[in-house]
């Protein structure tokens, strides 16, 4: 497929889609957390539900378009109209704050249900459409560029979704203003891809039995189970991301509610150590086409745990909210993000090498179950506990609510959870060397 556009068409459609894809997931992981905060009340229940209804449309959308997709041989059509009601339902998310506090358990479900609604059609689109049409393109040469891209779109979202984010919230909690600048790009972007994607980006349909025959089929999981290497790589992200999750969910409200930071100087504190922690995405990318894949997410999974303990010791009495810059904060940022960075740029690539190429739509799903509803729930309901056992609390005046406020405690957690991932890790090394050997 390569060969059937320009490589300057093609990086266009990585990086432009890409971003637009991680900028509004950077938004719902991020800002979506600290508008409960602001706009609904300071309850981790809130957000564990939104994580765990999200990571479950998620992952059926992904299993569910990934295998239409794949029986049609076309990824164009999902991915212009998936983000174009991505969009929408990004829009339609910050309508929830004009909900009245005096229906608290409506108002949390209305929270949780848009929420839903808005990632399934972001995984329509981005997921099952974008991710499995970088599949497809993949190739022994672009491997390495194309992983750092795909890794450092997330960073980068991150980078720019927090700064431009918090300009956007400013010190007046507008969030409003946020979903909607957002939503209208995505949209555009979902337009913007069904003027550029064509035919040429299609591949041969593949069909077995009837729709949901195969949709079903992928849950057997003989093919899978049988590449071991994929499935201890699994494994190994699963826990590593359970612990992420402890922690990354309630980063914002940390830095903001716990440092005292306001939104826009708190998207700047996150973004600036991201930004130093991209350059890692330079030598990584060497060590992947020279074959690293086993040594590299070690290291990544130690340089994050390292960062997590360096944050859980900052002492929010010396940090001055006001400031851009803290030493200790930023540390531990930075070294977070080294290590997050590298096991997202190498782990996407690893996996995709090993994916059967008939079933690389249903695959990603596999990848989402693992990425993202095996961690964002476990995540969610650990980081909820953690906050609520050990964070400040307070009663909200006008719901009657209790009230939790997020501290260092749930970088502990989270770095002891993610040092487990080394187990499995590990244990790909002899697969991993079983499969290089075979190919020579």
């Not at 994929?230 to 826990?239: D, I, K, P, Q, T």
């Not at 799903?365 to 953690?386: C, D, H, Q, Y």
Request: glycine share 10%.
């Amino acid at each position: 497929m390569e060969k059937k556009r320009s490589k300057f068409s093609m990086w266009l459609l990585i990086w432009g889609l890409g971003l637009a894809g991680q900028l509004c997931w950077n938004m719902e992981n991020q800002w979506f957390n600290t508008f409960v905060y602001a706009k609904i009340g300071k309850d981790p229940s809130i957000i564990t539900g939104m994580l765990i209804f999200s990571a479950l449309a998620t992952t059926f959308s992904t299993f569910f378009f990934g295998t239409w997709s794949d029986r049609l041989g076309k990824r164009r059509h999902f991915i212009g109209l998936g983000y174009i009601l991505w969009g929408i339902f990004t829009i339609a998310f910050g309508l929830t704050q004009f909900i009245s506090k005096d229906a608290y358990v409506f108002l949390g479900i209305m929270v949780v249900l848009a929420d839903t609604v808005m990632s399934f059609f972001g995984s329509m689109g981005n997921d099952s459409g974008f991710n499995v049409w970088c599949n497809d393109i993949l190739t022994d040469e672009n491997r390495g560029s194309i992983g750092a891209a795909l890794a450092t779109q997330p960073v980068i979202g991150t980078m720019v979704g927090t700064i431009v984010g918090g300009l956007l919230v400013g010190s007046d909690d507008n969030y409003m203003r946020l979903f909607i600048v957002m939503g209208v790009f995505v949209i555009l972007c979902g337009i913007i891809s069904f003027l550029t994607l064509n035919k040429n980006d299609d591949v041969t349909p593949n069909k077995d039995g009837t729709f949901w025959h195969q949709f079903f089929s992928v849950f057997n999981f003989k093919e899978f189970f049988k590449l071991k290497e994929l499935v201890f790589l699994h494994l190994g992200l699963a826990v590593f991301f359970i612990g992420f999750n402890v922690y990354f969910a309630y980063i914002g409200n940390y830095l903001i509610y716990y440092l005292g930071y306001t939104a826009d100087i708190m998207g700047i504190v996150e973004a600036v150590p991201l930004i130093i922690a991209m350059l890692a995405t330079i030598p990584v990318a060497k060590f992947i086409n020279n074959n690293k894949h086993p040594y590299i997410i070690v290291f990544g999974v130690i340089a994050n745990v390292i960062g997590c303990i360096i944050t859980y010791f900052v002492d929010a009495s010396k940090v001055d909210p006001t400031s851009y810059f803290n030493l200790h904060v930023f540390i531990g940022i930075l070294v977070v993000g080294i290590g997050y960075i590298t096991i997202l740029q190498t782990a996407k690539v690893w996996a995709k090498q090993i994916y059967p190429k008939d079933r690389r739509g249903q695959f990603e799903g596999i990848w989402i179950l693992f990425f993202v509803l095996i961690p964002w729930i476990g995540g969610s309901l650990l980081g909820e506990a953690t906050v609520k056992s050990s964070g400040q609390t307070f009663i909200d005046e006008v719901s009657g609510q209790m009230q939790y406020i997020p501290n260092g405690n749930i970088f502990l957690v989270g770095a002891i959870i993610c040092l487990l991932s080394l187990i499995p890790f590990v244990m790909t090394f002899k697969h991993y060397k079983q499969r290089l050997a075979a190919k020579e």
